[in-house]
């Protein structure tokens, strides 16, 4: 029962309450009111057709008309300048050509600059991070809806990825890609980069940005004019697979058993590892499954990412009176659905070129050898099948048969994809299949993410 008192002090806080969440409000549109004169809907023109090809958003971050947005809004104006135009159009319906200067391609960033008169208004870049559980908002133009603002929470740089990512309590839609999100000061923190729903987003730092930016001004200003893109992203791909695979090899490998193996488990935190047992009575062949990605990839086109990096083992086991022959022919058949981690099309890739051989690997972990000399065991694979080599001294090797793929990409020509598959043929019931894929690595990287990867395998 409310005393006077009582009733008074509710009173009270439901009236601070009520103006909380009005002068909130009030901010929110005060926002969109100071900073709505910086804002951009990007567009992708198919030239033939004179249409929309793609939308995202982009801000303006300088007095001469800079433009920021994500490389995936503009990419197809990169790999097909003749068919595709790039345009901006402003929340007050004022339209114009956009001219596209520098990328990011492994942070997902693009720097353009408006052509004729630039806008007036433009946001400031942050110089420090927000603190975890601020408030910071996310502005864009979700699904050609016209510009909004989606409030949301800073909870630092996300975990488990190779790529720096905000993770953003907010819901970013689809058109929103590029757009800026702000502080309370009006200073830029982030750009929207992506979504997994359920008020999960990701950003990218605005330290990310402010690198890119002064990158092209020193180009400008050592008087090297605009810089051409295809070198500038065949030197960040080539920076990028270098950082991870020293990241990778520097790590201490850990192990975790599976069947009579022992086999990587996760190398470093941006790779994450799932498993899984097939229970089905009816099935032959008991399957235990242990898979391991790294969370992101490098967008280069709708039809093509890199940067990946994922590994696999299966172990297969059947009972003892199982014939050998059923066992393998089902082996053979639930090993022939591996296919590369990364999508790529015949414009980007050259067709797989395949080495196989038979190797062996002790029980004591020592490293894995080839049979025979290296020009026997490296024919590639053409249905002239080599025989597996037999066991020497005392003790039984592992033996296994590899194959190791790889396909060059057509426009970095030091940049391959490897695809590796591992399938042991010693017993006749029981079997370890490994399989990793490298998406957009150096050749030297690759061999040694393969000695490694092979070497680390211990048996029981």
């Known amino acids: 029962m409310f005393t006077r008192l009582n ?25 969109y009111s100071d900073y709505r004169g910086s804002l951009y809907q990007i567009r992708l023109i198919e030239l033939s057709s004179n249409s929309k090809s793609g939308l995202g958003s982009g801000f303006q971050i300088s007095s001469d008309g800079l433009i920021a947005t994500n490389y995936h809004v503009v990419s197809a104006a990169v790999h097909d300048e003749d068919k595709y135009a ?66 949301g929470t800073y909870n630092g740089i996300a975990s488990g990825s190779f790529y ?16 800026p999100v702000i502080n309370r000061n009006g200073e830029v923190v ?4 992506a979504t997994a729903g359920n008020q999960i987003s990701f950003l990218v730092p605005v330290d990310k940005l402010i690198n890119l930016l002064e990158d092209f001004k020193n180009d400008l200003k050592n008087g090297n004019g605009t810089p051409e893109l295809q070198p500038i992203i065949d030197r960040q791909l080539h920076k990028n697979q270098q950082r991870i695979i020293d990241e990778i090899l520097s790590a201490d490998w850990k192990l975790r ?30 399957q235990v499954a242990k898979g391991c990605t790294g969370q992101d990839v490098v967008y280069l086109s709708e039809d093509f990412d890199t ?7 299966f172990w297969l086991e059947s009972a003892d009176d199982f014939l050998s022959s059923r066992f393998y022919a089902a082996y053979e058949e639930n090993m022939s659905g591996f296919f590369p981690g990364n999508s790529a099309s015949e414009e980007d890739v050259t067709d797989f070129n395949c080495k196989q051989q038979f190797t062996t690997q002790p029980r004591n972990g020592d490293a894995a050898k080839t049979n025979g000399a290296d020009k026997e065991g490296d024919k590639e694979a053409s249905g002239d099948e080599q025989k597996p080599p037999k066991a020497n001294g005392n003790h039984e090797p592992v033996i296994a048969r590899t194959t190791y793929c790889v396909r060059r990409y057509k426009n970095f020509p030091d940049l391959f994809d490897v695809f590796f598959v591992s399938l042991t043929v010693d017993h006749e019931n029981r079997a370890l299949v490994s399989h990793f894929t490298l998406s957009g690595f150096t050749q030297e990287s690759a061999t040694a993410f393969t000695q490694k990867f092979v070497s680390e395998i211990q048996w029981h």
């Open 86 to 151: 790039l345009k901006y159009l402003s929340v007050d319906g004022k339209e114009g050509d956009l001219e596209l200067l520098d990328v990011d391609v492994i942070n997902d960033l693009a720097i353009l600059r408006q052509k004729g008169e630039p806008g007036p208004d433009y946001l400031r870049l942050a110089q420090q991070p927000p603190s975890r559980g601020e408030t910071i908002v996310s502005m864009g133009n979700p699904l050609d809806l016209g510009m909004t603002i989606v409030p």
């Open 7 to 31: 009733l008074l002090s509710y009173l009270a806080v439901f009236s601070l309450l009520l103006y909380g969440s009005f002068s909130q409000a009030q901010s929110y549109e005060q926002l």
């Open 164 to 179: 720096d990512r905000i993770h953003f309590s907010g819901s970013i839609n689809p058109g929103m890609s590029g757009g």
């Open 257 to 286: 058993p599976l069947g009579d193996a022992m086999v990587v488990g996760e190398i470093v935190p941006s790779i994450q590892c799932w498993g899984n047992t097939s229970d089905d009575e009816d099935e032959m062949i008991k």
């Open 307 to 313: 940067g990946r990096v994922e590994y696999e083992f």
């Open 190 to 193: 982030g750009i929207n980069v």
